[in-house]
């Protein structure tokens, strides 16, 4: 049986106290014991004083480029997620071939066993071809292994077919992940609708295009009492709506938003830099506040990376032509850390956000948290290592950021993944 120990770390578990010392053994890819273990067997690594947490866990993340998932891709997409702390990727479904079929099911998942160093969760697509109006064969995938169904990249126009998914998945017991943009207000838009658009002469998105959409959601997720995702939360109104929602008896709504979207405003566009292009585009500094005080209050319940990458040639490009995306799975971390934690928002509280909420939303039962019996996903962290942010040192092939040369605090020293040391920066 093969173990592991982690010593002298300070361990981010319901079955400890975090100021305190303590280890913890995996055996056999599952954590066996945790606090004053004292094991002569196996490997022994030294924390160092150190955090230890839970393997983050990403809901949105995009694994490969449509129609260039060649195996490499998948895995440097796996090594980013290492380098970043993410032990579990689920991927969207607007992928080539679109998993929309059982069949694709199965290609994703023995393509990850042999591929990837990170556990791969799929999602399947609402509907045919992400068309935005054809339901998908949900069942069939559920039974070959999709944990989700997501509307990325086929948005749902129609009310009555995204309630007619909402009522089908509690037949599964799987949660819907809605984002998306009201089509006739962003369509061909490509920033915040603002000062800055009119600005730089850019054609800018509305808020009220996300606000529609999450408004519609939100009123199904209400008299359906399905699970509800809201993914890509940005705006202030949108954290209200998300608010209100909430209070309803019986709904089962979770939202979720990107580092990108509470540490980047509008004005990260100024000199048409591409890099800082995303859908949905960077609101204000209005927007920022909000989205912070919502993850404070527990109303945004998710980070997940946003981790979108496109090819470099397809970003410096003229800003109207360029790509929307982010190489962000090496910074979602750092820059969370860096901009949240203080005297009120722990890193316990970080955790929670990034893997123990995931875990819980996608019915993920042995990950999350650091517990007896628990997968051995882990990560060793020094939330004092201030460094800088360089495109140039990512895994990615996205090797570009829109925080170049910002200095952050949270850096990742290990990773863990079932208990086999998957990455380490030393």
């Not at 592991?4 to 981010?12: A, E, T």
């Not at 730089?200 to 699970?227: C, H, Q």
Request: a negative charge; hydrophobic letters at 35%; charged letters at 25%.
């Amino acid at each position: 049986m093969k173990s592991v120990l982690i010593k002298n770390c300070r361990v981010i578990s319901p079955e400890c106290d975090p100021d305190s010392l303590n280890s913890v053994l995996v055996s056999d890819g599952k954590i066996a014991e945790i606090g004053d273990v004292r094991s002569d067997c196996g490997e022994v690594i030294d924390g160092g004083g150190l955090y230890l947490i839970p393997g983050l866990i990403d809901m949105n993340c995009k694994i490969c480029e449509e129609g260039y998932e060649s195996r490499d891709n998948l895995r440097i997409v796996s090594g980013s997620a290492l380098s970043g702390g993410f032990t579990s990727l689920t991927t969207a479904p607007n992928t080539q071939p679109i998993v929309d079929s059982m069949t694709v099911v199965d290609y994703v998942i023995q393509r990850a066993e042999a591929e990837s160093r990170v556990n791969i969760y799929p999602y399947g697509s609402i509907t045919k071809n992400c068309n935005g109006r054809d339901i998908a064969e949900i069942g069939k995938m559920v039974s070959k292994g999709i944990i989700a169904v997501s509307d990325n990249g086929g948005h749902i126009e129609s009310a009555n077919l995204m309630r007619d998914v909402l009522m089908y998945s509690k037949m599964f017991d799987i949660p819907v992940i809605a984002a998306g943009l009201e089509e006739s207000l962003s369509k061909g838009r490509v920033v915040n609708e603002g000062i800055v658009s009119t600005k730089l002469g850019l054609f800018g998105s509305p808020r009220e295009a996300e606000e529609i959409i999450v408004s519609r959601n939100l009123i199904l997720g209400k008299y359906t009492k399905a699970k509800l995702h809201l993914q890509n939360i940005t705006t202030a109104f949108s954290v209200y709506l998300v608010e209100s929602g909430k209070t309803h008896e019986g709904t089962q709504i979770t939202a979720g938003t990107s580092p990108h979207y509470f540490a980047l405003t509008e004005d990260d566009i100024e000199g048409y830099n591409t890099y800082a292009k995303v859908n949905p585009p960077l609101r204000t500094h209005k927007d920022v506040e909000a989205i912070k005080k919502g993850l404070y209050s527990g109303v945004i319940d998710v980070i997940a990376s946003g981790h979108t990458p496109a090819t470099i040639d397809r970003k410096n490009v003229e800003f109207d032509l360029a790509a929307y995306g982010i190489s962000s799975l090496e910074t979602a971390f750092g820059i969370s850390y860096t901009e949240l934690c203080g005297d009120s928002f722990k890193l316990s509280d970080l955790v929670e956000k990034m893997s123990t909420n995931p875990a819980k939303i996608l019915g993920l039962k042995n990950k999350g948290e650091i517990r007896t019996g628990y997968d051995g996903d882990l990560v060793l962290v020094d939330i004092d290592n201030e460094y800088t942010i360089r495109g140039e040192d990512f895994c990615s092939k996205a090797k570009y950021t829109p925080f170049e040369g910002r200095k952050v605090r949270g850096r990742i020293i290990k990773t863990f993944v079932n208990g086999e040391l998957a990455f380490s920066l030393e």
